[in-house]
Every structure is written in structure tokens, then in C-alpha cells.
């Protein structure tokens, strides 16, 4: 079973962005794979290291692709949502720079964060703007 499966419920009804979601589920799930699965000590750490990498490059772009769109359409939340993103690089920033310090151990509640600020950023920020432009008919 994967860590995290994606569910009807974090449907913003946006369909571009459903499909980033959903990616970025796959990429936390394979993270996962890599931390707590791979038993291989030596292709564990490139196993790491890549799904990481992944994990990072698509959360920039995804949140650089939906702050253009909210920028197009004009959405009146633009700054605060822009800020959570920005917290969360931040975040991610941190963790690649303790991951590349020689003590770091991967945990549970590592994991455990990254899963619970995407979902929540998706069930409560990304919501609203999806509902603001389902009534712009953009779906
Ligand atoms: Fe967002
Ligand atoms: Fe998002």
C-alpha cells in the first residue's frame, strides 16, 4: 500500500493542477519507497538523492506554474498563497541542507511533514482558488 493515496477529497476541480497533485503524491510516495524500502544500503543513497531531487524540482514547479495562473486570473489571495509556497521552499531548502550534513537520519516525521503541509496546502489554500475560478467557469 502506498504511504499516501490520492482521494477524490483533494480535488481542487482544476484540472491542470489535479494532475500536478497527484504527481506530487507519487513523488512523496517514492521518497518514502526510497527512505523506509529500498534495503540496499549503496542504491538506497542514490535512490535518495534522486527521488529528493525530484521531489524539490517539481514542487518549484508547480508552484511557480500556479502562481503565473493565479497571477493571469487575477486572484485576489495571489500574495498570501505565494507565501505559503515560499515557507515550504524554505522548509525544503533545510532539509536539503541537513540531508547533505553526514548526521542526518531520515524519519517517519520527516516524511510525515512534507505529506501533511501538501495536503493541507492543497485542502485549504489551493481549494479556494480553485472554487474562485470555478466560478469563473475555468476548470
Ligand atoms: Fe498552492
Ligand atoms: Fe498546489
Not at 100 to 129: A, C, G, M, R
Request: aromatic share 18%.
Amino acid at each position: 500500500m502506498a504511504f499516501w493515496e490520492w482521494q477524490e477529497t483533494y480535488s481542487i476541480n482544476i484540472n491542470k493542477f489535479d494532475v500536478h497533485h497527484q504527481k506530487l503524491f507519487t513523488l512523496i510516495n517514492n521518497l518514502y519507497a526510497s527512505v523506509f524500502q529500498c534495503k540496499d544500503t549503496c542504491q538506497k543513497q542514490v535512490l535518495i538523492r534522486k527521488t529528493l531531487a525530484e521531489l524539490v524540482d517539481y514542487t518549484y514547479y508547480h508552484f511557480a506554474q500556479e502562481e503565473e495562473f493565479l497571477l493571469t486570473y487575477e486572484y485576489p489571495d495571489y500574495m498570501p498563497h505565494k507565501e505559503e509556497h515560499e515557507q515550504f521552499k524554505k522548509h525544503l531548502t533545510q532539509l536539503m541542507e541537513q540531508y547533505e550534513d553526514d548526521t542526518f537520519v531520515w524519519s517517519l516525521p520527516v516524511l510525515i511533514f512534507l505529506k501533511d503541509w501538501i495536503s493541507l496546502h492543497v485542502l485549504n489554500t489551493d481549494k479556494q482558488y480553485g472554487s474562485y475560478l470555478n466560478e469563473k467557469n475555468v476548470k
